[in-house]
């Protein structure tokens, strides 16, 4: 247990379902990521948000859209989503002081689109 | 841009070897350097982190270490047990921008019983 939880584990859409993925942290920190990890590349930083507010957009697709309500949750919203989207998807968190900024990272929901 | 490599990409050894996994960066300019633990369709787990005014950051058998001026650090890992085989990832926290870790493509351990 690390403190950030995602949900779902596991999801299977089609390309025109709109779904959302969840994540959690119950650590204080006051920044998120959402992360993209592929078979045989290396994670991919998608989004950040810090202070609740987004930080970075990392040349992702507009079929990802992610949302910061508050500073422990993070959804990322999927919709006509492509098959080489699948992949696991990782949250994490991490205090925006760089003499201590560790980062947690959920177990991630694998998402298969077909 | 932060490039950051791991080597080996795979290892595979015999229980009770110590090993010596290796990350290197291109800019030096990081806040820390942190190594994470992943097992297979898992999430990542944080082993260590090391500021980067540090040189090393030790946790029961493992033992990291970091050179900024050379662009590297290593993972030592001593007495591996089959429990230890899993994906190791390295993570470089650079100070340009907005706080993001720049991840190597990790190195795939399997110990033999």
């Known amino acids: 247990e690390t403190g950030v939880t995602q949900t779902p584990r596991h999801l299977v859409m089609g390309m025109t379902n709109k779904k959302s993925l969840k994540c959690e942290q119950h650590l204080g920190h006051n920044a998120m990521y959402w992360y993209k990890q592929s078979a045989k590349k290396p994670l991919e930083l998608m989004f950040v948000y810090s202070l609740e507010e987004r930080v970075e957009n990392n040349s992702v697709p507009s079929r990802f859209s992610p949302e910061c309500p508050n500073s422990s949750h993070l959804f990322l919203h999927l919709h006509t989503l492509q098959p080489e989207d699948s992949a696991l998807y990782l949250c994490?968190?991490?205090?925006?002081?760089?003499?201590?900024?560790?980062?947690?990272f959920g177990q991630g929901t694998r998402l298969t689109v077909v | 841009k932060q490039e950051v490599t791991q080597i080996p990409a795979a290892l595979s050894v015999p229980e009770g070897e110590n090993l010596v996994l290796n990350c290197s960066f291109t800019?030096?300019?990081?806040?820390?350097l942190q190594w994470f633990r992943q097992d297979p369709g898992k999430g990542l787990t944080s082993l260590l982190l090391i500021q980067s005014s540090q040189r090393e950051q030790t946790s029961g058998r493992l033992n990291a270490s970091l050179d900024k001026s050379s662009g590297r650090s290593t993972l030592y890992i001593a007495a591996s047990q089959p429990g230890d085989s899993a994906t190791y990832l390295c993570?470089?926290?650079?100070?340009?921008?907005?706080?993001?870790?720049?991840f190597g493509t990790g190195t795939r351990l399997k110990v033999l019983a």
């Open positions: 994490a968190s991490s205090q925006e002081n760089p003499t201590y900024t560790e980062a947690f």
């Open positions: 993570a470089a926290l650079g100070t340009s921008g907005t706080y993001k870790y720049i």
């Open positions: 800019d030096s300019a990081i806040y820390n």
